[in-house]
């Protein structure tokens, strides 16, 4: 089915990676762990940080040890909201990656015909012939976060090289207010100059609002933020790229978060 512009605005705004659409998200039980200790996460989207409305769905959980070595999570429960795993871990100290693996999602088309805008997430809705293609993408998640059992490492904190991803510079488990979080973004281990990325402070009850930062990486791909007050952060970055041959759309719309923790100094 199609519809006219009025009745796609909230749609065409999640098209256009607006700051309201539902955001992925992956959230620890703890930011500090014990060596031996069960890991546990939430993952889902949610346009409130972080009370999740959509589950994130069945993916390649798994969590990085400080040697670098990466372990599919044991256990991943699909709730209808969210999307909790576990994983117990193998007694070695550092820091730890774990990531929700990437999530393919819903591929979208719109065209611009008689002045007109119209959307399909149909693969099925055929596209009239006299239509200008405006744009073909499928959503691609991945979340992240750092946990740390004892003194920070960073041999977890290495980028793998593929995909969208914000790089830390700054170890994620030694953040205070006051101070900067230096951190790059990269795009199949490529640094992305001028791109934007949206950081947002959590309230974490649910009355107040989330408090939202739009910082710029630089020419190298690195970003300086100001972390202006302790609390449960957000980065959230976005990147249309080419996909893969044989992917069920010509473009991928990467979606990359990362949660972190700011204490006081």
């Known amino acids: 089915m199609i519809k006219s512009l009025a009745c796609w605005l909230p749609l065409l705004s999640a098209i256009s990676f607006s700051a309201q659409a539902h955001t992925p998200y992956l959230l620890p039980t703890s930011f500090e762990v014990q060596p031996k200790s069960v890991i546990s996460v939430d993952a889902g989207f949610t346009e409130k940080f972080f009370i999740s409305d959509v589950a994130f769905g069945d993916t390649a959980f798994s969590v ?71 744009a073909h993408y499928q959503s691609r998640s991945v979340s992240e976060t750092y946990v740390t059992a004892g003194a920070p490492s960073k041999g977890a904190l290495a980028p793998s090289g593929q995909g969208l991803e914000l790089v830390p510079i700054t170890h994620p488990s030694d953040l205070f207010a006051g101070e900067k979080f230096d951190f790059s973004v990269q795009y199949d281990g490529k640094p992305l100059a001028a791109q934007k990325v949206d950081i947002y402070r959590s309230s974490m009850d649910l009355a107040s609002q989330h408090s939202a930062f739009t910082v710029t990486t630089d020419a190298q791909g690195r970003v300086s933020f100001a972390l202006p007050k302790a609390g449960i952060y957000l980065a959230l970055v976005r990147y249309r790229a080419a996909a893969p041959a044989g992917a069920a759309a010509p473009t991928y719309g990467n979606n990359y978060t990362l949660t972190f923790r700011v204490l006081e100094q």
């Open 64 to 134: 990085t040890s400080p040697d670098g070595k990466l372990t599919p999570m044991a256990q991943v429960v699909q709730l209808k909201t969210r999307t909790v795993a576990e994983q117990k871990l193998g007694g070695e100290k550092g820091t730890y990656r774990v990531s929700t693996g990437p999530r393919l999602g819903a591929i979208f088309r719109s065209w611009e015909r008689n002045g007109k805008v119209e959307t399909a997430r149909d693969p099925a809705t055929v596209m009239p012939a006299d239509a200008k293609l405006i």
